[in-house]
Antibody, heavy 118, light 110 residues
Framework: QITLKESGPTLVKPTQALTLTCTFS??????????VAWIRQPPGEALEWLAL???????RYSPSLKNRLTISKDIFKNQVVLTMTNMDPVDTATYYC??????????WGQGTLVTVSS | SYVLTQPPSVSVAPGKTARVTCAAN??????VHWYQQRPGQAPILIIS???ARPSGIPGRFSGSNSGNTATLIISGVEAGDEADYYC?????????????FGTGTKVTVL
């Protein structure tokens, strides 16, 4: 059974950086084809894909946020970390991590709400 | 960028059939995935690769994809189907390739 759980701050100030951690179980990020993505959802709005990291350390980013995002993995801790710099109130959202299943996402974490406010 | 357009809302009576569309240029040439998101919950994959149902998803959910429109079909709608639904594709034609979600559709059971 695949499980994922997001953790990190619930409140960040504008211009600060946000670091979120996704801790997972039920699969290994050393297995060929496996990937973990970050996806966010502002309150009342649609889902937005942010970044994805593959088993071979290949990384993909949303072009609109590429300059602000860094994704990395720790295979020993079964974790994927997302860092987003220069946070703004418009970045207020629930942030999800998800297990990539071919070209979709078959398992999601519960999400973590991050509010950007001074 | 590749945009997936969904109707903001669809209303359906219990027991009837709901159809949620996802429109984009030549979407029929891509694989479409559908997610259900109930209020306050994380999305759940309900249809993968246009029409495949993951384990545990009721047979009432089905999908099709052709031309410029993909469609999620919910037959025999139940009150518990009231949720937001999102389509999603992997746009391999973009440089770099990226994952795209639709604008979302709120399904209301009357």
């Amino acid at each position: 059974q695949i499980t994922l759980k997001e953790s990190g701050p619930t409140l960040v100030k504008p211009t600060q950086a946000l670091t979120l951690t996704c801790t997972f179980s039920g699969f290994s990020l050393t297995t060929s084809g496996v990937g973990v993505a970050w996806i966010r959802q502002p309150p009342g709005e649609a889902l937005e894909w942010l970044a994805l990291i593959f088993w071979d350390d290949d990384k993909r980013y949303s072009p609109s946020l590429k300059n602000r995002l860094t994704i990395s993995k720790d295979i020993f801790k079964n974790q994927v970390v997302l860092t987003m710099t220069n946070m703004d109130p418009v970045d207020t959202a629930t942030y999800y991590c998800a297990h990539r299943y071919h070209s979709g996402f078959d398992s999601w974490g519960q999400g973590t709400l991050v509010t950007v406010s001074s | 960028s590749y945009v997936l357009t969904q109707p903001p809302s669809v209303s359906v009576a219990p027991g009837k059939t709901a159809r949620v569309t996802c429109a984009a240029n030549d979407i029929g040439g891509k694989s479409v995935h559908w997610y259900q998101q109930r209020p306050g919950q994380a999305p759940i994959l309900i249809i993968s690769y246009n029409s495949a149902r993951p384990s545990g998803i009721p047979g009432r959910f089905s999908g099709s994809n052709s031309g410029n429109t993909a469609t999620l079909i919910i037959s025999g709608v139940e009150a518990g189907d009231e949720a937001d639904y999102y389509c999603q594709v992997w746009d391999s034609t973009s440089d770099p390739p990226l994952y795209v979600f639709g604008t979302g559709t709120k399904v209301t059971v009357l």
